[in-house]
């Protein structure tokens, strides 16, 4: 490399979303104090955080650490009603939660929540004895759990357009009398799988796998402290930032070879289309080199960052065909849409299929573009590392990052500053 090439910029950027739910759920099903170290404050988890206050949990917050009162025995409250906001962990993860105490516990969400899917959970739930009923649309909030402890057992689940649904019955398993055989027929995202049994591990109980088969073993979860690291679907965005821009360089430290995100396999991406990767013990590297190669790539593992490459995609000097991520469809918006939209608003040639997009290089946008977001922080902060290309484009809704990083804006221009972007 040059020796005039400059540092890369390191940035500290949030907790992981994803991590810090986890955590919570953890810490309020174990037995004793939990302190979360550096946990993500944004909508979604501050949501998560006051849906287990009403379910009657403690929670004490100061700005680089919660403490969580946990309660093997499930809820204090006998009857609560639960706003899960957009947070679809809180949608899904608190009424799981909630089923294993006693009590009558009503869960509403946002309208953009209300519209994702739930029932291969709720069905799940059901088969365990579980009173859950959809008080609306089957499958869909707004629901109401009547708890009476749950016994565990055998279940068999369709995880294929969540990984959630399979994370939030391994988290109740512990909290079950018997424990938890579960059978999963599909599977997405199972990165995210792999987040949620090292995290059970951290708080004391070991899951096995039989193949398809998950068992669980009863016996609750231990208190501990728990550090959140950084979220790596945020990181991607960076990272992204940095492969468009000839020389730029940018480092994430807390997330390495040991990271616990999926996630973070979006450098490998981003290394095939020829940026600059170094993935070291306690940091992540990622540079750019003037090449944007385009290539085929499955991202069924790591869907969430589909957006972050869709929207670097033009600048490749081939077409960047993403496959096997019917699963963005059934996100806070139509992900896969939404990208192709907005690329075609920016003069791009995109071609979509139910579970994949191509996009060719070039774009002819006019300045001043306006990205349709729907809603959808991902949406925002993928076009965001679009914008260092294209100048003059804004956002219908630029306010909607505050579900994972409401700092995002002043964040990314202090990169794009620094970097020249």
Not at 156 to 179: E, I, K, N
Request: hydrophobic share 40%; glycine share 12%; net charge negative.
């Amino acid at each position: 490399m040059p020796v005039d090439t400059p540092a890369p910029r390191s940035l500290a950027l949030p907790g992981s979303k994803s991590i810090t739910a986890r955590a919570l759920f953890l810490a309020a099903a174990a037995d004793g104090v939990t302190t979360l170290v550096r946990p993500l404050r944004s909508d979604d988890t501050e949501g998560f955080a006051e849906g287990l206050v009403r379910l009657g949990y403690r929670v004490g917050r100061t700005p680089d650490a919660w403490q969580v009162d946990g309660r093997p025995q499930g809820p204090a409250a006998a009857e609560a009603d639960v706003y899960c906001r957009d947070g679809a962990t809180t949608a899904r993860f608190l009424p799981a939660l909630a089923a294993a105490g006693h009590g009558t516990y009503s869960f509403d969400a946002s309208p953009q929540m209300r519209r994702r899917p739930l029932l291969p959970l709720s069905r799940a739930l059901r088969d365990l004895g579980v009173d859950l009923r959809h008080e609306e649309a089957e499958g869909h909030h707004p629901l109401t759990v009547r708890a009476a402890g749950v016994e565990g057992g055998d279940v068999v689940l369709d995880a294929g357009q969540s990984s959630q649904y399979l994370t939030a019955l391994l988290l109740l398993g512990p909290l079950t009398r018997r424990g938890l055989r579960i059978r999963v027929t599909d599977l997405v995202s199972a990165p995210y799988v792999d987040i949620t049994l090292a995290m059970m591990r951290a708080f004391g109980v070991e899951v096995t796998r039989e193949d398809d088969v998950f068992v669980v073993p009863p016996g609750g979860y231990r208190a501990t402290t728990y550090a959140i690291e950084p979220d790596a679907s945020t990181a991607s965005y960076f990272f992204a930032a940095a492969a468009i821009t000839p020389g730029a360089g940018v480092t994430v430290p807390g997330l390495g070879a040991g990271a616990l995100q999926g996630d973070l396999g979006f450098v490998d991406v981003l290394r095939r289309m020829g940026a600059d990767v170094s993935v070291g013990a306690g940091a992540t590297t990622v540079r750019g080199t003037g090449e944007l190669r385009g290539l085929t790539v499955n991202m069924r593992d790591i869907s969430d960052t589909m957006p972050t490459l869709a929207a670097i995609a033009p600048f490749a000097d081939a077409p960047v065909r993403i496959e096997d991520v019917a699963n963005t469809r059934v996100k806070e918006c139509d992900r896969l849409e939404a990208c192709a939209e907005n690329l075609r608003r920016l003069g791009v040639r995109v071609a979509t299929g139910p579970d994949w997009i191509e996009i060719h290089p070039g774009t002819a946008a006019a300045a001043g573009t306006e990205i349709r977001t729907y809603g959808d922080h991902r949406v925002v902060m993928s076009f965001a590392v679009t914008g260092l290309r294209v100048p003059g484009i804004s956002f219908d809704d630029p306010g909607c990052v505050r579900k994972t990083f409401p700092g995002f804006h002043e964040a990314f221009a202090a990169l794009r500053d620094g970097i020249g972007g």
